[in-house]
Every structure is written in C-alpha cells, then in structure tokens.
C-alpha cells in the first residue's frame, strides 16, 4: 500500500495503476477501515473534486468503497482542496478525500487524503452507510476566507483578474473577490472536463499576464487546478513566483509579531536571492525540506512554525490554514497591497532573485540503484567543481521525469553548467 503513495497522495494518468476503477475502490475500502473513527457508529467522510472529466468515475467509486465500509459519505462537487480542509472541520468529519491531479493536465487524476483535523495525510498506513449531497459549502468557505481579512478594508478600487485554470476555483474564486468589491475579469472559468491546467492557472501564466496588460489591471492571480496554488502578476505582466509571495508576508508577519521563532520553511528549490534576503536583511531563518507541500507542512507543524510554502505557489500561513490555499493568499496580498498604497511591481520589488535554470529530463524507465548511485556521484563532483554554484537533481514525485536545476549569480555559467550536468546525465539514464 505505501508504495503507491508519492510526493503528494495518490496520482498518475487515469486507468493506470494505482488510478484504476479497481484499485481505487480497495484504497477507499482500505481507507475507510483505517481511519473512520471506530469509537463512533458511524463515521463520516467528505469527498471533494477538481473539474476534471475523471472525477466522474472516480467520485462514485470512492462513496462506494467508503460506504461499504460503514461510513458516512458527503459529496461537495468541486471545490478547492483548501477548501475541503476548512470543511472537514467545520463539519466534524473523520476524514476527507480530494480526487484530483492538482496542476497537471486532465488525462491525469490521484487522491489527496485528509484526517479529522484538516491535516493531509502523505501514507495509509458492517453496515452500510450512506451518502448525501452537500449543497452549502462554497458559503461556508466564502465567510471562511472573509473573516480571515482585517475589518474596514476596501477593495473596490482594484481591478484583479483571475486565472481559475479551469478547475475547482472557477465559481467561488470569482464571487468572493466580487463580494468584496473588486472588479473582477476572469479567465480560465469555464472548466469542460479536459481543459483544466491546459495552457492557463498557475503553471501557465502567458494569457494571465496579457489580460492583465490588455485590461491595464492591478494585479492577476493565478490558481492551479485545485486551487492550493498561487502564482501574480504584477501590473506590468511580470511574474512573482512563491519566493517572492513568502518574502512578501514574511515581512508582513515580522511587522505583527507573527512570525514564530522568526523561521520561514520552504524547499530545496527556493531561490538562494530569497534565502539571502530573508537571513541578512529580515533577520530570519530558512529552513528547506525535500520538494513537496506536505514536507513543508510537517515541518511547519512539529517546531510550531508559523509560515511556510513553495516556489512553484503553495502557500501555507498556520493561523489560517492547515494547506497551501490560492485564494487565501490572493486575499491576504490584496489586503497588503491596500495598506501599503504602492502599485504590485513596487509591493514585490523586496530583492533580486538569482539565475536559476531547470531542465526535464525524460524517463522511459524506473532508474535502478547503480544509475542512482551514478547520478549522485555525478551531481557530487559537479558541485565541487562549481562550488559557487547550486545544482538539485531529483527523481519526480508524480511524473517520469528527472528534474535538474542549476542556480548562480552569472546566467550565461548558468545555463552552460546545467547543459554539460544534462548531458553527462543523459549518458547514464540512455536518452
């Protein structure tokens, strides 16, 4: 059962192991048995969704392995995945359960587990129930995010686009930041099933920065597919990647006496101009985690750290969740922006990033111990060679990819040491 657990629960493209109708219907059964709450008669679980096409095969199967299993199902259509951690403790369930593939295409889906305290669960270690459809859940996330902002802030001066990526964002992000007096122009809205993450949200910002330009709007936000992701854009077009945003309110929580024990966690991928400024200007300790969220989350919450998060956008404040929430993190840079009557550009213009380049490798195969071994030494010996470069090479945690990244203060070396690192790569992987 561990094995098919990766960075972030469940997830591969649909009908190959572990996404098939057969397996996913033993990993609810398996579920429901392991983490219902045996003290009660009945337990409850909650079943949320992205948008993607799949998850009308996959909801179904996953109520009736849970429901097989003496549990209590309630179904919330789609929703955000930080929304269905909010959820699960407003309604007092055992466990939750997102069907999503986060912010990769529709021809993938996976599963994300939850626990009866909102928190994610990375490995699962009779009578029948029954299941109903929740209706009210969008409202009860809405007036969740709402108390989260600080009273007498007006936002109907700014002009905001959203880029909901086509997934579970597409109808609450829109009406919230309408609710609050924003003019909204959204895109990536219109979810058909296959078009989630598909060129737009968090992982494409191309057409978010052109509406942003082309309607001369304050600020853009783009979310992924499931909606615990955040990447703006500035007025000018420009990206500002989750280094930036974690800089941003590392500022803000320092400014309130809210940092706990002045540490920020982040990952193996974070921007060395970002760990230089928070440790020589703010004052403040980064601390890295192998890449994925719930490595940072499980950091943040065992030495009680109050921010947390990632370059690629997933965000984590304790106070107010216990994930990475887009559309949280959008409202609380709104709220900064507001107080600090500065335009985006200049909001997030706090330092310099460095040169950081990233290729893909392919992989047609599982890499077996003596190629490991062979890119570790590899890897070992480019960063003596390069000592003041940094260089990452690690096996994806949801696709057949090898990932490199090579960052230093000098581009062009940059780009030429990660080409000769891919190269020597390809030779030991045979691409």
Request: proline residues 2%; hydrophobic residues 35%; glycine residues 8%.
């Amino acid at each position: 059962m561990l094995k098919i657990f990766g960075t972030d629960g469940i997830r591969c493209k649909v009908n190959e192991e572990p996404m098939t109708t057969d397996t996913c219907l033993r990993i609810a059964k398996a579920a429901g048995y392991l983490l219902s709450n045996k003290e009660k008669k009945k337990s409850r679980v909650i079943i949320s969704k992205d948008t993607r096409l799949s998850g009308y095969i996959f909801e179904p199967i996953m109520t009736s392995g849970f429901i097989s299993m003496g549990m209590d199902v309630i179904l919330s259509g789609p929703l955000p995945t930080p929304a269905l951690s909010v959820i699960i403790d407003s309604l007092r369930a055992d466990m939750g359960v997102m069907i999503t593939a986060s912010h990769n295409t529709y021809e993938y889906n996976g599963l994300k587990f939850f626990d009866s305290n909102g928190n994610k669960i990375s490995t699962i270690n009779f009578e029948t129930g029954k299941a109903k459809r929740l209706e009210d859940t969008i409202g009860r996330y809405s007036e969740y995010l709402k108390l989260s902002l600080e009273k007498n802030i007006n936002f109907k001066n700014f002009k905001v686009v959203l880029d909901c990526a086509n997934g579970a964002t597409y109808q609450i992000a829109p009406m919230i930041f309408w609710e609050l007096g924003c003019k909204v122009i959204s895109i990536g809205n219109q979810p058909d099933g296959r078009n989630i993450n598909y060129r737009c949200g968090a992982i494409d910002i191309k057409q978010l920065s052109k509406k942003v330009l082309d309607t001369k709007s304050d600020i853009g936000f783009a979310f992924d597919g499931d909606g615990d992701r955040i990447i703006i854009v500035d007025e000018k077009g420009n990206e500002i990647d989750g280094d930036k945003i974690l800089a941003l309110i590392t500022k803000e929580l320092i400014k309130n006496n809210k940092l706990n024990k002045r540490t920020v966690v982040s990952t193996i991928m974070s921007n060395l101009g970002f760990e230089n400024y928070l440790n020589e200007i703010l004052d403040v300790k980064l601390i890295r985690t192998d890449v994925g969220d719930i490595n940072v989350i499980k950091e943040m919450q065992d030495n009680s750290y109050s921010l947390g998060g990632e370059q690629s956008g997933h965000i984590i404040i304790s106070e107010y969740s216990k994930t990475g929430d887009g559309i949280l993190v959008a409202l609380k840079i709104l709220e900064i922006l507001y107080k600090s009557k500065l335009k985006t550009s200049e909001l997030f213009n706090v330092y310099n990033s460095y040169p950081q380049k990233k290729i893909n490798l392919p992989l047609s195969k599982k890499l077996n111990k003596n190629m490991n071994d062979n890119i570790q030494n590899l890897n070992e010996n480019f960063q003596k060679k390069n000592s003041h470069l940094r260089s990452i090479v690690r096996e994806s945690g949801t696709e057949s990819l090898l990932r490199l990244l090579v960052e230093g203060k000098d581009e062009k070396e940059v780009i030429k040491e990660i080409n000769n690192l891919s190269n020597n790569i390809k030779e030991i992987i045979n691409v």
